[in-house]
């Protein structure tokens, strides 16, 4: 069985744009531009062939149809190269559009002017103006192409000779073909448009996910970083003054951690964090909150803790953690640390307060483990 896995149809409209910089959206954009200027060659060639051999047109309708695929032919291939070149997705639409305007137009006063099939599909202009460009292209091309009725209308009046260079040509084939045409690339054109806009729209969600996921968390250790932290502890202030609840506030600091980074060098520091908030991440309730809000200061809201009782138990489970050697790269290694807390509402009622209460106990407990040493 064949598969076709040498040709890529992506890889085939990506050579016919310029694919430096600017992003997916960029990217998607060109991507739409090439499709259309492929499409338009690709289909008016197929109705040219086909008009050529199987109808029966004299030497003087093929003239026209050949003169009316150099128009366009010229407008695709320079509506390419400034795609590709001079980097102008506006200006290579608007030159596809011009051309193919321009092609319309004369076949239109050759083939019957306003009542020739070729005059309906300039309704195609404002439509893939406005999905490829803007609102205000699709206003301006739907003007133009206005404006092009009005001229093919009054023609005959102004003196401007008319003609029916295809009278062999069915009538209602012709318009078959006209409108078919008309709906096909403004089909065409919402449906690439809808599919790419639906994959962008995809791809900046993931992307804005990921960003918010870097402005809240620690880029190295994944928990929460202090800015996040902070918000989430007034957050909580509020909660719990609403509801009358408590929590006990953690600080947490890491005793010889510049020893460590010192003596092993700040791979082994970095990595020590980043073990540590791994495993005091899963360790701790579902319902508690860690962070790190310095370089090896960690801090955590205990929900529903009340009294000193509850924080001396959740000070115990911290050390159980600790006691706990970190298997790490160079070999295991026993941190040790001081922690402190403070509980709300009973030290503290404002964020501010309650880290500072923490964090002077957390000293003091530092202070006197020093002091049992010596």
Request: with cysteine; glycine share 6%.
């Amino acid at each position: 069985m064949f598969k076709f896995n040498s040709f890529n149809i992506l890889s085939l409209v990506d050579s016919f744009h310029s694919k430096t910089g600017g992003g997916n959206a960029r990217l998607y954009r060109h991507r739409f531009v090439a499709s259309l200027i492929l499409s338009v060659l690709f289909y008016v060639s197929l109705i040219i062939f086909v008009a050529t051999y199987f109808l029966p047109l004299g030497e003087h309708s093929v003239h026209i149809l050949r003169v009316f695929f150099i128009f366009i032919g010229v407008g695709a291939l320079l509506s390419i190269y400034i795609l590709r070149t001079l980097n102008q997705r506006v200006l290579a639409v608007n030159t596809l559009i011009a051309s193919l305007g321009l092609a319309l137009i004369y076949l239109a006063i050759m083939t019957g002017g306003i009542e020739s099939p070729a005059a309906i599909c300039l309704i195609i202009f404002p439509a893939v103006a406005t999905l490829s460009i803007d609102f205000k292209a699709g206003i301006i091309w739907g003007l133009l192409a206005t404006l092009s009725w009005s001229l093919l209308f009054a023609a005959p009046y102004l003196g401007i000779p008319i003609q029916n260079a295809m009278p062999d040509v069915d009538d209602g084939l012709a318009f078959f073909v006209s409108i078919f045409t008309t709906h096909f690339f403004i089909a065409f054109v919402a449906l690439y448009y809808n599919k790419t806009s639906k994959s962008l729209r995809t791809k900046l969600l993931k992307e804005r996910r990921e960003y918010h996921y870097l402005a809240n968390h620690d880029a190295h250790t994944g928990v929460i970083n202090r800015r996040h932290f902070l918000e989430l502890l007034k957050s909580e202030i509020s909660r719990c003054e609403q509801s009358g609840s408590t929590f006990c506030l953690f600080f947490i600091d890491l005793n010889d951690f510049k020893k460590a980074n010192d003596q092993y060098g700040h791979h082994f520091g970095d990595e020590i964090l980043e073990v540590f908030s791994r495993r005091l991440r899963h360790r701790v309730r579902e319902i508690d909150t860690v962070a790190r809000i310095g370089g090896d200061e960690f801090c955590i809201i205990s929900r529903d803790m009340g009294n000193e009782e509850d924080a001396k138990r959740g000070e115990r489970r911290i050390e159980e953690i600790l006691k706990e050697p970190l298997s790490l790269k160079e070999g295991k290694y026993t941190l040790k640390a001081s922690i402190g807390w403070s509980i709300y509402p009973h030290h503290a009622t404002d964020y501010e307060a309650l880290l500072k209460y923490a964090d002077q106990h957390m000293y003091e407990v530092k202070r006197l483990k020093k002091a049992a040493q010596k």
